[in-house]
């Protein structure tokens, strides 16, 4: 067998064609392969076929997110090209493509522009961050310490290590904000909006309503704003100093929120839907489950959520048991546990009814929850209260459970073992096993509700009353703050569009050249739209080497456990601190910055493949065109320009999920063809008050 050295065609004969049937070599271009050489292509061969000695045969690679960088005429010399190996179904890019590239940003359901906040924070630019932030998620403060972060499980950097600390950083941007921006009121556009219930969601739509010039009045049962922020997260954990502040910069704009009215008690939903022009329903689910088993009337069994509410709300009489077992692993489960031990409890027993692994809250909470003291027992469910002759409670008996086929959450189902029963001795159970929808509040007004007495719905939010809509816990179940938020944020929207007849926001993608050639010395001119810092991160990153991608995860600094008054009764100190600006700026600086694109001008590509020779990660790739199976999900397309191109063509792709925005690529590159732009979506029409976005530079 013989190998083209000019692109690598292999010939299977025992002498030279006279000329490469691929690229048109002559026969002295070719040489004899070695046995290994040819073990290896005869592998090949019998597995794929050889790109264009019958491609169709090969494998078609999808697993990855290959852009297509540029075709490049080869015709002169093309000795890199790789023919070998699966094809590529691979896509040119458009808006769609660039965001979903920011992984964080397409996985956090209020669609943060996370990317872009982390670098302001790299800048100091503080207030700038938490301007960004705040456009999206509404309260960075408060979610800055207790987000669910779906965006990290989705951060790119876990491919490097682990993911960035996203929802740390945002709190690093509100704490050091300084003093903060105020927003003034809209002029009214003469429509008027009632939302029930103060919580995130109702909040949120609240301030996008008000934005577009609405008169919102929010119609609240509690004393406090902030739902379940304020009513169930106990004080240890998020001040509540920094919920006020972050609602104040929405009643800024002349939102009203009316404290100690409960709609369907104090006030009819029909009276709301009669005077306001639309009625939003984000009253959460605040209705505790039960656990169904004998004993759960016996005193000393409260409901979580009950508890946390009567602490929260500074009632002088909460009873807090001496030895309390809590039944549940979610959210409101892991806030109880922790706080009974800083009101006085001397044991406090977690039970769940799966395992470690299936538990939905986060690891760092379990560990810090057992250096706290809690024990934490798994696979275990309720079986009856046990109770003493007067009444109280003296113990809970659960039983053991297995694990058997997925449930309907995909879930494994716990399943009792017979025999397995045991007692724990408390004076107190809390229960935290879910939470419900309490429909009190629709009075007659909604003939047909869904199985857990919600409203119907379309697609829009709305329900079958021409001005009434719902969003949030109330519609989705117990989820968590930002998808209440970016349900806030949705209906908002909808709402408008219903009243007014405002198209939804459109995007415009802006792609920003990364100027290179100032790279040393960035120059502020040609910075906007990007953060100083990518330039100067860039820079760091190319020319002082800087060593970002082994700087660790930052841990979040928390009060030693003797500081965090347990068993002091005062539950107002908060347990992480928070991290630093030299913490932070370390965190910030470990991003990847995936709204930077590497792109590449194929009119002065000369196919060195540097690019792909000195990346780290072996993203960029020169292949020939018949390794493309698609473009842009289009085989036509692909066979077109196979055809147009010819056999001499090469095409640069590169893999987006595995570049570290290095640099690299673009200090090796000797005719400078590469570039590193920077990708973000902007409303294409104004906000109707005061803007804030942010514009670097
Ligand atoms: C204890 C606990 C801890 C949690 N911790 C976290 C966490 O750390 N991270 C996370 O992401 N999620 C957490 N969650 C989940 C999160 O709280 C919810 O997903 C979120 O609060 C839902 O927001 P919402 O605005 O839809 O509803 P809610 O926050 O429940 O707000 C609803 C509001 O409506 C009001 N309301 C209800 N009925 C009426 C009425 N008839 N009239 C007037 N007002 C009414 C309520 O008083 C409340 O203020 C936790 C939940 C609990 C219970
Ligand atoms: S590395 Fe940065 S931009 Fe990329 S997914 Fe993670 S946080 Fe987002
Ligand atoms: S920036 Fe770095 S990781 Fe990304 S393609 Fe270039 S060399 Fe590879």
Request: proline residues 6%; contains cysteine.
């Amino acid at each position: 067998m013989f190998r083209c050295k000019v692109c690598g065609w292999i010939h299977e004969g025992a002498a030279p064609p006279d000329a490469c049937p691929s690229c048109g070599a002559s026969a002295d271009r070719f040489r004899a392969m070695d046995m290994t050489e040819i073990g290896h292509a005869t592998r090949d061969l019998a597995n794929y076929g050889i790109a264009g000695q019958g491609y169709d045969r090969i494998d078609v690679e999808d697993s990855r997110r290959i852009r297509l960088l540029a075709f490049v005429d080869a015709s002169f010399y093309n000795p890199f090209t790789i023919r070998h190996g699966k094809r590529y179904p691979i896509y040119t890019g458009d808006p769609q493509w660039f965001s979903d590239n920011i992984p964080c940003m397409t996985a956090c359901p209020s669609h943060t522009d996370i990317s872009r906040y982390i670098a302001l924070i790299a800048d100091g630019r503080y207030a700038d961050s938490f301007e960004l932030n705040r456009e999206h998620n509404v309260f960075p403060g408060c979610l800055g310490r207790m987000c669910a972060r779906p965006c990290e499980d989705a951060c790119r950097r876990k491919e490097v290590d682990a993911p960035i600390g996203i929802c740390y950083l945002k709190r690093v941007a509100a704490d050091y904000r300084g003093e903060t921006r105020r927003e003034s009121a809209p002029p009214p556009n003469g429509l008027t909006a009632a939302v029930v219930g103060a919580g995130v969601c109702g909040l949120t739509a609240a301030r996008d309503l008000a934005r577009k010039g609405y008169g919102v009045t929010v119609y609240e049962r509690f004393p406090v704003p902030g739902g379940v922020m304020w009513t169930g997260v106990p004080e240890w954990r998020l001040p509540r100093d920094v919920i006020a502040e972050e609602v104040e910069l929405i009643t800024d704009l002349g939102v009203q929120i009316q404290y100690n009215t409960e709609v369907g008690k104090d006030i009819s939903l029909e009276d709301l839907a009669g005077k306001h022009d639309a009625v939003l329903l984000a009253a959460g689910c605040q209705t505790a489950s039960t656990m169904r088993v004998p004993g759960e009337d016996l005193e000393g069994v409260v409901s979580g959520l009950q508890f946390l509410e009567d602490v929260s709300l500074g009632h002088k009489d909460v009873w807090v048991g001496k030895s309390v077992v809590t039944v549940g692993g979610g959210f409101t489960s892991m806030d109880c546990v922790r706080t009974v031990l800083r009101l006085g409890s001397e044991r406090s027993v977690m039970t769940y009814r799966r395992s470690i692994q299936e538990i939905p809250v986060d690891e760092l909470e379990l560990e810090e929850a057992e250096i706290e003291g809690v024990e934490i027992m798994y696979m275990v469910a309720p079986t009856r209260v046990v109770g003493d002759e007067n009444g109280k409670v003296v113990g809970i008996e659960l039983v053991r459970n297995e694990l058997g086929e997925p449930d309907a959450s995909g879930r494994r189902r716990p399943e009792p073992v017979e025999g397995s029963e045991f007692i724990i001795d408390c004076d107190m159970v809390l229960v935290a096993i879910g939470q419900r929808q309490d429909n009190r509040l629709l009075g007659e007004l909604f003939p047909d509700v869904d199985r857990r007495g919600v409203p119907l719905l379309d697609q829009n939010l709305k329900t079958e009353r021409d001005n009434v809509w719902a969003a949030g816990d109330y519609v989705i179940n117990p989820t968590n703050f930002i998808s209440s938020i970016g349900e806030g944020k949705r209906v908002a929207e909808f709402i408008d569009h219903a009243l007014r007849d405002t198209m939804p926001k459109i995007k415009e993608m802006e792609i920003t050249r990364v100027p290179t050639e100032y790279i040393s010395t960035p120059n502020p001119l040609l910075s906007e739209g990007i953060a100083d810092w990518t330039l100067t991160s860039m820079s760091r990153r190319l020319v002082w080497g800087d060593d970002y991608a082994g700087v660790g995860r930052q841990v979040m600094p928390v009060l030693p456990v003797p500081e965090r008054g347990l068993g002091t009764f005062d539950n107002t100190l908060e347990t992480e601190i928070g991290f630093t600006k030299p913490i932070g700026f370390e965190e910030a600086k470990r991003c990847l910055q995936c709204q930077l694109n590497i792109f590449i001008d194929g009119n002065r590509c000369i196919l060195c493949n540097n690019c792909a020779d000195v990346c780290p990660h072996r993203c960029i790739e020169m292949i020939s065109p018949d390794r493309i199976y698609s473009i842009d999900n289009d085989v036509e397309l692909a066979e077109m320009a196979r055809a147009e191109l010819g056999q001499y063509a090469a095409a640069m792709v590169i893999d987006e999920r595995s570049c570290i925005r290095c640099g690299l690529c673009l200090d090796w590159c000797p005719t400078e063809c590469l570039t590193m732009d920077h990708f973000r979506l902007t409303p294409g029409i104004e906000r109707e008050s005061v803007d804030l976005a942010i514009v670097a530079g």
